[in-house]
């Protein structure tokens, strides 16, 4: 579904990413660990171009993202992505945030998006809340509109930066539950956790991320407690 071929990305004189090869297959939930600042954000930004790759090549769906040509608004509506920060518009009730990019962004009637909005409402556990304003939320809520926000879109690959890093402890299961959910359901997914029993039980893969590049790129048993390469060994 994406292969990634010698990703690079520096900022000025920094090099982040030093060339990364990859590919993610349909139905995979691959966890990004690894330590803060190695570069976890800023490989997720590069695949769905929020950040310009320094150089590299990433297909999607046989398509070069890279390319002077690519259609980048249709690449960015394949791939999801749920932030740390919920980014909901706090003047907007939150099945309209919902409702906002599949009308403004696909020309989905305003009915039908209502609909399909308050389905995707429905399995994050918010159907009562449709009406509320973010600031009438928890942490918890919010962040499971957010994800309901990115599934009303229905992408083809969903991006988590983070999803739980700025909840309460309490509140990290609830939001959990949902990511576990849809990996049931057979989405696929690339989360960046420092939650390691969460990488353990959702992930299919898992990759161990550390200064330029991935060091560890399998199952969670291999990658998090007999890692080949440098690894984090902490279950
Ligand atoms: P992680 O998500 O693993 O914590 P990041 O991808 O956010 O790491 O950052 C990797 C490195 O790149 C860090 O040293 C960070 O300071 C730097 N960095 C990230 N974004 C920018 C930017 N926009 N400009 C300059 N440096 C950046
Ligand atoms: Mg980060």
Do not use: W
Request: proline fraction near 5%; include cysteine.
């Amino acid at each position: 579904m994406i292969t990634i071929k010698g990703l690079s990305k520096s900022y000025g004189n920094l090099r982040v990413l030093e060339n990364v090869s990859t590919e993610i297959n349909k139905g995979e939930v691959i966890s990004i660990i690894g330590p803060s600042g190695c570069g976890k954000s800023t490989f997720l930004r590069c695949i769905n171009l929020l950040e310009r790759p320094t150089g590299g090549e990433i297909t999607i769906d046989g398509q070069n993202i890279l390319s002077r040509n690519a259609d980048v608004s249709k690449l960015r509506q394949k791939m999801g992505m749920v932030f740390q920060s919920f980014n909901l518009f706090s003047h907007l009730m939150i099945i309209e945030n919902i409702m906002l990019a599949p009308v403004s962004l696909l020309k989905v009637p305003r009915k039908q998006a209502y609909e399909e909005g308050m389905k995707y409402l429905e399995m994050v556990g918010l159907g009562a809340k449709a009406i509320a304003f973010p600031d009438e939320l928890s942490g918890g809520q919010k962040q499971r509109a957010a994800i309901a926000r990115t599934l009303a879109m229905q992408p083809e690959i969903v991006l988590f930066d983070e999803p739980t890093s700025a909840l309460d402890p309490t509140m990290v299961s609830e939001v959990q539950a949902v990511i576990r959910k849809l990996a049931a359901d057979g989405l696929t997914m690339m989360i960046v956790t420092h939650e390691m029993k969460f990488a353990r039980d959702v992930s299919s893969r898992v990759f161990y991320m550390d200064e330029k590049g991935i060091y560890e790129d399998g199952s969670p048993a291999q990658s998090l407690i007999y890692p080949k390469n440098r690894g984090p060994g902490l279950l």
